[in-house]
T-cell receptor, first 116, second 114 residues
Framework: DTGVSQNPRHKITKRGQNVTFRCDPI?????LYWYRQTLGQGPEFLTY????????KSRLLSDRFSAERPKGSFSTLEIQRTEQGDSAMYLC??????????????FGPGTRLTVL | AQTVTQSQPEMSVQEAETVTLSCTYD???????LFWYKQPPSRQMILVIR??????QNATENRFSVNFQKAAKSFSLKISDSQLGDTAMYFC???????????FGTGTRLKVLA
């Protein structure tokens, strides 16, 4: 296993279009997180999954955003009716889970979204 | 609510010198963890060092060490013998064992000068 992977790495779309990103976590990790990162800022929490269950979604996330993790493996993040303000790097991270020491997050390379 | 504050947007250090990056946090949790992550230019974020809040001893990883002051809610990162490869954005983060959420600071851009 080579780590967390994300596809596509870059996405350019026109305003109003829908986009979908995929994240493949490290196979034995049961927690998966999505973040948004804009230039010069830290990762901003969007949502996370424990196995296939989506346990929390940021209140900053509009209902145009939806995420799934069927079967507790890969995850998808969909943005409907994209807006220019959605332009950002979308990061995925996974962790083994648990509360004692095994909560290190491993990050993917991110998907850079540009909305024209 | 958890918050993480990094008050140094940019720093620079001469190669082989020592630099300290600051971080303060706030949490109402008793069981939490603190992290420093490194994000090199155009590369993935990787873990630098981790501190369990219940441990009084400061964590160290080779040239990287932390100064964890629990009462002051301070968690600074010291990089000794800085190398050109240390040039990166550094993010301080907290993890709550109650919410399983990570909160990141806004980052410090560190440049190591030859």
């Amino acid at each position: 296993d080579t780590g967390v992977s994300q596809n596509p790495r870059h996405k350019i779309t026109k305003r109003g279009q829908n986009v979908t990103f995929r994240c493949d976590p490290i196979s034995e990790h049961n927690r998966l997180y999505w973040y948004r990162q804009t230039l010069g800022q830290g990762p901003e929490f969007l949502t996370y999954f424990q196995n296939e269950a989506q346990l929390e979604k940021s209140r900053l996330l509009s209902d145009r955003f939806s995420a799934e993790r069927p079967k507790g493996s890969f995850s998808t993040l969909e943005i409907q009716r994209t807006e220019q303000g959605d332009s950002a790097m979308y990061l995925c991270a996974s962790s083994r889970g648990g509360t004692t020491g095994d909560n290190e997050q491993f990050f993917g390379p991110g998907t850079r979204l540009t909305v024209l | 609510a958890q918050t993480v504050t990094q008050s140094q947007p940019e720093m620079s250090v001469q190669e082989a010198e020592t630099v300290t990056l600051s971080c303060t946090y706030d949490t109402s949790e008793n069981n939490y963890y603190l992290f420093w992550y490194k994000q090199p230019p155009s590369r993935q974020m990787i873990l630098v060092i981790r501190q369990e809040a219940y441990k009084q001893q400061n964590a160290t990883e080779n040239r990287f060490s932390v100064n964890f002051q629990k009462a002051a809610k301070s968690f600074s990162l010291k990089i000794s013998d800085s190398q050109l490869g240390d040039t990166a954005m550094y993010f301080c983060a907290s993890f709550s064992s109650g919410t399983y959420k990570y909160i990141f600071g806004t980052g410090t851009r560190l440049k190591v000068l030859a």
